[in-house]
């Protein structure tokens, strides 16, 4: 009798079930009363009128989806203009629109990282360079978390064309990743230096423009960024920043901008009227990592572990994945949500419970969820 084609599964789910590492959606439930410190909505523009409205006119004038891939019919002219402004507002010559920051990842990793060339990847960048990295044809090398030396190593040794990535903030433990010394050491040589900023667009940088422009990089030749439009554009999808003839490359080469269907124009309206608010409003990005700061301050001063924050993202470490869980599912009994990281998702194998900050919290909500964090919170 041969075996069932999912029987492996069954194995693999109870491993799982003896880790305490199985994983379960819960659908969020509109009206419920919740404070909210486990979203990427970190400037609270997902519900802002403005943002809405736009995601809704944008709907109604051309339709609920893209209808086609980008170079068919997917390409309206608000794709165009969110491109346009987008580039403008982060200090880049262009930039493509793409129907997921994951999407992106994929596209500027694989077009960009030929046969022959290598990648030097950090340990800890997201899940979606990794993919890019693994769907590449250059060789990977994946060297220590922010460790230019290393990432020097790996390029000398290689003697060829080389491309660096890495996260802005990495998605973990919300710290930086030493930019400008990546770049020296990417101009030492001549390797193209790209950077994930899902965590820094409109978080840092003057008014949100970015890690990129806080540290003097946005608008260089040897340089591309990726974002997401998923969290503080507070919409959906994702973009690549760089040089025109990059981008141009991208529209001719990237698979996932070739064979993918644009990006809704709910999402494009919806994350145009974000990135317009964000010019208006410069003092949120402020506010957001002003949050963060004192969410951590207030934490680490109860006695427990948080790696100081970049951005908006303030990990703090749990004793064991159960401890994690445990600690998650209190918080949201007594009404935050918070978010729980736990193996396979942490390089480290070190569990977290994960906040993130948003610019919209209020002193009250902050007090709120620091009190619950620290009544609930496992013994130190
Ligand atoms: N990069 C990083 C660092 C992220 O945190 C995320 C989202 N979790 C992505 C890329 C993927 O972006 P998206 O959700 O738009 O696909």
């Known amino acids: 009798m041969p075996r069932a084609p999912f029987d492996w599964i069954d194995a693999e789910s109870e491993r799982r079930e003896r880790a305490g590492l199985v994983r379960t959606l819960r659908p969020r439930a509109a009206g419920q009363d919740l404070l909210d410190l486990a979203s990427n909505d970190y400037l609270g523009l997902t519900r802002h009128p403005a943002v809405t409205a736009g995601a809704a006119e944008a709907a109604r004038r051309w339709g609920a989806g893209a209808t086609g891939s ?143 422009h806080a540290a003097g990089l946005a608008g260089a030749g040897d340089t591309v960024a990726t974002v997401t439009l998923s969290k503080s554009l507070g919409s959906q999808g994702g973009a690549v920043l760089g040089p025109a003839r990059v981008v141009r490359h991208l529209v001719n080469a990237a698979r996932t901008f070739i064979f993918d269907t644009g990006l809704a124009p709910a999402a494009v309206g919806g994350a145009l009227a974000a990135l317009r608010l964000l010019r208006t409003e410069p003092e949120l990005a402020d506010r957001a990592r002003a949050v963060a700061a004192e969410l951590h301050a207030r934490i680490t001063a109860a006695g427990h572990l948080a790696v100081r924050p970049d951005a908006a993202v303030v990990s703090v470490r749990a004793p064991s994945p159960e401890a994690a869980v445990a600690w998650a599912a209190d918080c949201r009994a007594a009404g935050l949500v918070v978010g729980c990281f736990r193996p396979p998702s942490v390089p480290d194998s070190i569990s977290r419970i994960r906040l993130t900050a948003r610019a919209d919290l209020t002193e009250r909500q902050i007090d709120m969820a620091v009190g619950a964090i620290l009544r609930t919170a496992p013994t130190v």
Do not use: M, W
Request: proline share 3%.
């Open 70 to 212: 980008r170079l068919v019919t997917g390409t309206t002219e608000l794709h165009a203009e969110l491109e346009r402004e987008l580039a403008e507002f982060c200090g880049f010559e262009a930039a493509l629109v793409f129907s997921s920051g994951y999407a992106a990842n994929l596209a500027a990793l694989t077009a960009l990282g030929p046969h022959g060339s290598l990648i030097v990847s950090d340990a800890g960048n997201h899940a979606s360079i990794v993919d890019g990295c693994r769907l590449a044809r250059a060789r990977t090398e994946v060297v220590p978390h922010a460790d230019p030396e290393a990432v020097r190593k790996a390029l000398d040794a290689h003697g060829g064309p080389g491309l660096v990535v890495s996260d802005s903030v990495f998605s973990v433990d919300g710290d930086a990743a030493p930019l400008a010394q990546l770049a020296a050491v990417c101009r030492e040589f001549g390797a193209a230096l790209v950077v994930d900023d899902a965590h820094g667009l409109g978080v840092l940088g003057e008014g949100g423009r970015g890690a990129l």
